[in-house]
């Protein structure tokens, strides 16, 4: 069955320091992969999305993701958290028309 | 700002009635879906349309639930008979499909529905 892990319920981090938020897919072949952000009672903003090519991806609000095949795994990173980044993240992969999500990451900021 | 709207934003009813949601796409897309999400879960899918027709329904969208998209358009969707536990957030996201481009889904804020 297709799926998308995110370990992490949440996490915290310190204001200025570096994140990364894991996310692990299940898919027969490499489906189409999305980071989303959720704040509080808001829709979900889109940071970046994977479909081919660079493994690199490079989103808004200075995240970046990787797409490792051999770990079917695409972890959100960014390398200077700001206070304003708290909030609900979501890893979604699709296969076609269908999205699955994660069940996301909270992330606190600590001053 | 041309997003994804829905509206209301928050709704609260009491068990056993009926409720409606309105979506509004971004106006170019004809691709249309629903999703629910309750506290601490992502966005379950629901149902999806591709202009008017309604070509995928979840097995989470029970009879009390019916979606339309008349003009190809906005979107409804109506939850006839609320229970408690149809509480959550309703989102309406929607894509464009392009020949030799895979799309993109953008989400309007939702809609919170509290049922007493």
Not at chain 2, 9 to 14: A, N
Request: one cysteine or more; charged letters at 20%; a positive charge.
């Amino acid at each position: 069955a297709q799926s998308v892990t995110q370990p992490d319920i949440h996490i915290t981090v310190s204001e200025g320091a570096s994140l990364e938020l894991r996310c692990n897919y299940s898919y027969g072949a490499t489906p189409y992969l999305f980071w989303y952000v959720q704040s509080p009672g808001q829709g979900l903003q889109l940071l970046l999305k994977y479909f081919s090519g660079d493994t690199l991806v490079q989103g808004i609000k200075g995240f970046e993701a990787e797409f490792k095949r051999s770990q079917s795994s695409f972890n959100l990173r960014k390398p200077s958290v700001h206070w304003s980044d708290a909030a609900e993240y979501f890893c979604a992969g699709t296969g076609g028309f269908k999205t699955i999500f994660g069940a996301g990451t909270r992330l606190f900021v600590k001053a | 700002d041309t997003g994804v709207s829905q509206d209301p934003r928050h709704k609260i009813t009491k068990r056993g009635q009926n409720v409606t949601f309105r979506c509004d796409p971004i106006s170019e897309h004809n691709r249309l879906y629903w999703y629910r999400q309750t506290l601490g879960q992502g966005p379950e899918f629901l149902t999806y349309f591709q202009n008017e027709a309604q070509l995928e329904k979840s097995r989470l969208l029970s009879d009390r639930f019916s979606a339309e998209r008349p003009k190809g358009s906005f979107s409804t969707l109506e939850i006839q008979r609320t229970e408690q536990g149809d509480s959550a957030m309703y989102l309406c996201a929607s894509s464009a499909t392009t020949r030799g481009a895979q799309e993109t889904q953008y989400f309007g804020p939702g809609t919170r529905l509290l049922v007493l």
